[in-house]
């Protein structure tokens, strides 16, 4: 599996921002999903998980509100839109997949050990 985030650059605050990742290979679509971020010299960040089927999604509470994740499983895409950015909001967003068919619910969703797969990260940063 190859993940191929884009979408990201420079913005000001109070603009918003759609992220996507790319995935590469059929088992996408039986794949959860997730969105997470790390800036320079922090700990990697859980910012949004989505199941296969699009239809649950996760946020930790200091996410929730200005981000939204979605996918398209006929375009092997997973999105976050990101509204109302923040100078805080700056720092590489990385996608990661976790392997086909492994089940991810609240309790799993935010640990970067859920995931088998990383995308390169895509850099976003908010000028204010």
């Known amino acids: 599996v190859q993940l191929q985030a884009s979408g990201g650059g420079l913005v000001q605050a109070g603009d918003s921002l759609r992220l996507s990742c790319a995935a590469s290979g059929r088992a996408f679509s039986s794949s959860a999903m997730a969105w997470f971020r790390q800036a320079p010299g922090k700990a990697r960040e859980f910012v949004s998980g989505?199941?296969?089927?699009?239809?649950?999604?996760y946020y930790p509470d200091s996410m929730k509100g200005r981000f939204a994740v979605s996918r398209d499983n006929a375009k092997n895409t997973v999105y976050l839109q990101i509204d109302s950015l923040k100078p805080e909001d700056a720092a590489t967003y990385f996608c990661a997949s976790a392997t086909a068919g492994r089940m991810v619910g609240s309790a799993t969703a935010g640990s970067i050990y859920t995931y088998a797969y990383w995308g390169q990260g895509t850099q976003v940063t908010v000028s204010s």
């Open positions: 989505i199941d296969w089927s699009g239809k649950n999604t």
